[in-house]
């Protein structure tokens, strides 16, 4: 018998060998899916081969540079000129005056970026008609997608001249060219948007009801908004003033262009600074031979630069999250 | 009685609260304010320094040190160079760890850790990505200060964005299209390849503009990795120095003559164009398969 009885029935000769290509074909898709599946995976697991050579190729450049200077005398040290020698022929490598720099800039940043972002913030989540929401928050993202380069080239040719011209001793006479002022302040703009719609993402995310029940008792809508959303929506809050932080803390052009490259342990908006970032430009851009001190001391900067922003980081995304499994 | 002297009468703090609010309304509008006034102040400004400087030939030219001469040639070319190889580079790996963080993988701590992973790396500031391609790409692997070195630092840079973006399309695919595919005996690979990629293509593509549009902008680690801000060739292999036009931008803006402001200006100009037709490229991909989806 050329046909094969199954459950009592003839199966012809073609459908039988379709059959078996069938499970052939089954078997070739698994061993297919599988090869798939590992390189999906492969992919995914490139994003963690991405942190560890960040981590990896941070410390074992800056290795040789803690080496010779001690950790303690870099991170508390209040000197910092690793190319140029002083008068007794020493170079200092105390990371103070870059760290101080680098927050200076971004606390101005913060005091226009907070305040304001907020408000834009409170404004679009309950004070806005859907139309002018929808039409107003995209003109500020652009704000946002602006390259940085162009903030710094913003802040040397028109901020800085603009505060020089108002006239008060201290902006007429007293600023200089680059200082930590001005670029502070482009900062602040820079980030507004990272601010208000972070923040404007938990706001919206407070449940009606809420707001419901405020009004009822009377409230106006300023309470309500300041009594029962921001503060129901304040962890949420909080995590976009850390992000935006965190953000300018790592900016780079903006504080090159703007900001000066005079390292010095100040609070005073109105100095020429330098901030990390702006180190690690500047020392990329000369002409330091690889593997020696002062070109180690760029890793050791970015390593410093790297545990800041993440650490920041780390915290603002738990209370994002910590947030959205409130409600 | 009139009815506000009722109201004021049963709470006599009323009117003063409601002007209190009409106050803070005031600020509101006036931080809305302030942000649209310093975007277009920075917008007026560039326009208005770099206009006289824009003509063709500034598109055609190579850098010079004589402000009527100088061009951003090499640097869009650069541009052009960097983008390709970042994109051919971003976009397969990119939707790849997508796919296997949407339909693939399980729900474990290292599923977990990938997923916390990427979202920090969303926030290392690109300076430091500069750090890590000169210490891995120029140095370790001997690759030098060339277009690839630049192209694959990029990419490292701009791939979680890529992935948060190519995510969400993905998640966006009705998840009845797969139960459909399965129940024709479609294999997994072959439900992500014909059903869940074709429908998340566009919302992968505008991922992958707006990704893109961050690389074009980055300046700091590029710096890094290039140092060369003065070039008068163009790249013809990979393995060739570059600048791009951040770069150059940044070259003028620091140059001390006040011309080289003007010539900076003009090539933000160039630069914003170049992102604005990105970006209306993406609005408009989004704003078809919108259309698309609803009826």
Redesign the interface.
């Known amino acids: 018998m050329d046909t094969t009885a199954r459950d009592g029935f003839a199966v012809p000769i073609g459908q039988r060998q379709t059959t078996m290509q069938l499970s052939r074909n089954r078997k070739r ?2 061993l ?2 599988r090869i ?2 590992w ?10 081969i ?2 560890f ?2 981590v990896v ?2 410390l ?2 800056s290795l040789g540079f803690f080496g010779e200077i001690p950790f303690w005398e870099f991170l508390f040290g209040t000197n910092w000129s690793p190319i140029l020698k002083d008068a007794e022929g020493n170079r200092h490598y105390g990371v103070l005056p870059l760290v101080s720099g680098t927050l200076l800039v971004a606390s101005i940043a913060a005091a226009v970026a907070v ?3 907020l ?2 913030a ?2 679009l989540s309950e ?1 806005a008609p859907d139309k002018v929401r929808r039409s ?1 928050k995209p ?2 993202e ?2 946002a ?10 802040a ?3 901020v800085t001249p603009l505060l020089q011209s108002i006239p008060v001793r201290v902006f007429r006479e007293d600023l200089l060219v680059f200082n930590a002022l001005s670029a502070g302040l482009v900062m602040g ?1 820079m980030i ?2 990272m601010v ?1 719609s972070l923040s404007e993402d938990a706001m919206v995310a407070v449940p009606r009801s809420l707001r419901a029940a405020a009004y009822a008792l ?1 409230g ?4 309500v908004s300041l009594r029962i959303v921001v503060p129901a929506a304040f962890s949420g809050i909080i995590a976009s003033f850390i ?1 935006a932080f ?2 300018a ?5 903006l504080v ?2 703007a900001a000066g490259a005079t390292p010095r342990l100040t609070f005073n908006p109105i100095e020429s600074i330098q901030a990390m ?1 702006a180190f ?2 500047q020392l ?2 000369g002409e330091t031979p ?1 593997g020696s001190l002062e070109y180690n001391t ?2 050791a900067v ?1 390593l410093l ?2 545990a800041l ?2 650490g920041m ?2 915290i ?2 738990f209370l994002v999250r910590r947030f959205r499994e409130e409600y | 009685m009139a009815k506000a002297e009722v109201t004021a009468l049963l709470n006599p703090r009323l009117a003063m609260r409601k002007r209190i609010g009409s106050v803070a309304y005031v600020i509101f509008i006036l931080a809305i304010l302030l942000g649209l006034a310093g975007l277009a102040a920075l917008l007026l400004r560039v326009l208005w320094q770099g206009a006289p400087w824009l003509s063709l030939h500034f598109l055609t030219d190579y850098p010079s040190r004589f402000p009527e001469q100088a061009g951003m040639k090499s640097a869009i070319f650069g541009t052009i160079w960097i983008m390709a190889l970042t994109g051919l580079f971003t976009v397969p790996v990119g939707v790849g760890a997508a796919v296997y963080l949407e339909e693939y993988a399980p729900k474990n701590w290292f599923t977990r850790i990938i997923e916390v992973n990427i979202s920090n790396l969303a926030g290392v500031p690109s300076i430091v990505y500069g750090l890590l391609g000169l210490a891995v790409f120029v140095q370790l692997l001997s690759m030098g200060r060339t277009v690839l070195a630049g192209a694959m630092t990029m990419s490292l840079l701009v791939m979680p964005i890529v992935i948060i973006a190519s995510r969400e399309a993905i998640r966006a695919v009705p998840s009845t299209y797969r139960e459909a595919s399965y129940g024709l005996g479609a294999t997994k690979f072959q439900t992500v390849k014909d059903i869940v990629l074709p429908h998340a293509t566009p919302g992968i593509m505008t991922g992958t503009i707006l990704a893109m549009s961050r690389a074009i902008g980055e300046a700091a680690p590029m710096i890094a990795i290039s140092a060369l801000v003065f070039l008068t060739f163009i790249p013809t292999d990979p393995l060739d120095e570059f600048s791009v036009m951040p770069i150059q931008i940044y070259n003028w803006v620091s140059q001390p003559r006040p011309e080289f402001r003007g010539i900076a200006a003009a090539g933000i100009i160039v630069l914003l164009c170049v992102l604005l037709s990105m970006n209306a490229v993406a609005i408009y991909i989004r704003n078809r398969t919108q259309k698309r989806s609803e009826e």
């Open positions: 898709g698994a297919q899916g798939v599946h390189l999906f995976f492969a992919c995914a697991v490139m994003s963690v991405t942190t050579g960040i190729s941070l074992s450049q305040p304001a972002g408000a834009i409170i404004y004070y107003i003109v500020l652009v704000l997608g602006i390259p940085t380069v162009v903030y710094g080239y913003f040397l040719t028109f703009l507004i948007p208000s009377g106006t809508r300023l309470e992000l965190s953000r803390i790592g900016e780079t052009m090159t262009l970032t690690i430009v990329a851009l690889h760029i890793f970015g630069l790297f922003t993440l980081n780390v603002g995304h």
